[in-house]
């Protein structure tokens, strides 16, 4: 006897970037396609959780997190990113910021309902829509600047378009949104009543004097923003699945009602860790940017000298770069061989458009460390043009 799968599922596919991995480990090769960053945890941040573990503190927590977190959390949101919001009531910790998307679109919005995306997109943010019975809709913005004009803004709704994801600073492309264009989308939502949901993830890597802008705090965003932020890149802790979601209280609250029920609660002694990170001095956080902004800069050079024009960003930690002069027929092919020819796997431009812009490029990874990444510069010269 055999069952018919979800009609929910039906349409969906397994990101290029968990195929790029498994051909990356079947080769042995050099993975610089997803993002799993190699540098060590922060020893604070190891030893909050060890301590929590040993202290036995592994039962379930409150579903919006334990109260130390949230307490280091709001004190950073201040300090960092200008936000002054009530511990107990605006903010939410779930597992992973993915975790936190999923329970935002779940609670604040109703199958039907359109979500902007801006191309080129994180993947997950297009597939958890989907998952959801929303209607993705997209505004491609052009490479390499990335530039948001409102005039394109308000051409891309559509009469059920509810919703505006903001990805800053941006996975794949490392674009950061300043005021002047977040500007755009705070009357463009208020005009609409448009709910803006925020994924700040990489909030901490930034580079060559970027500013990163929390969207929540410019004019009246806050009222209708979900900013999701969280520890996975900044403390180099991808397994540990924790992030939060922050909010005006009525939408936390929705929020945490299904955060509650998809997850019950983030990992217990893995928040501990989190939270004694969040204690540590203003240098981890400046060392750390330095450091990424030096990896970025080897791969990028790398990238050039190989033929292989990269698009510098401004912040994350991924470079998409231009592979068009190679003459192959998709992005897919092009990464392929290129992992199949020199042992370092991207993922295909694609992977992140719905339409043709994305298929002359391949996202790389720089999140690895130095001996790594020379090692990958050393054998990308070894590309060729499609035969």
Known sequence: MSFAISRRIAGLQPSDIRLMTRECERLGGINLGQGLGDLPTPAPVQDGAIAAIRENRNTYALPEGIAPLRLAIAEKLRRDNGLEVDPDKEIVVSAGTTGAFAATL?????????????????????????????????????????????????ASLRPNTRALVVCTPSNPSGKMFGEAELASVERVAADHNLLVITDEIYEYLTYDGHRH?????????????????????????????????????????????V??????????????????????????????????????????????????????????????ADIARFGYPTAKAAALALLEQTGVAGVPGSAFYQGTAGEHLIRFCFAKD?????????????FRPAG
């Not at 979900?226 to 979601?245: C, E, H, P, Q």
């Not at 750390?288 to 902004?293: H, I, K, S, T, V």
């Open 106 to 154: 779940t609670a604040l919005l109703d199958p039907g309902d359109g979500v902007l995306l801006l191309e080129p997109y994180y993947g997950y943010h297009l597939n958890t829509i989907l998952l959801g019975g929303l209607e993705p809709q997209l505004l491609t913005l052009a490479a390499p600047e990335f530039t948001l004009h409102e005039s394109d803004l308000r």
């Open 370 to 382: 130095d001996s790594t990444l020379r090692e990958a510069v050393r054998r990308l010269p070894r």
């Open 259 to 320: 955060n509650d029920l998809l997850y019950v609660c983030a990992p217990t002694p893995l928040q501990y860790g989190a939270a004694a990170g969040l204690q540590a001095p203003p240098e981890l956080l400046r060392e750390l940017q330095a450091e990424y902004q030096r990896k970025r800069d080897i791969l990028c050079e790398g990238l050039a000298a190989a033929g292989l024009a990269p698009i510098v960003p401004q912040g994350a930690y991924y470079v998409l």
């Open 213 to 257: 802008v929390s969207p929540a705090t410019v004019g009246s965003l806050w009222e209708r923003t979900v900013s999701i932020m969280g520890f996975s890149k900044t403390f180099s802790i991808t397994g540990w699945r924790l992030g939060y979601a922050v909010a005006a209280e009525p939408l936390a609250r929705a929020i945490n009602l």
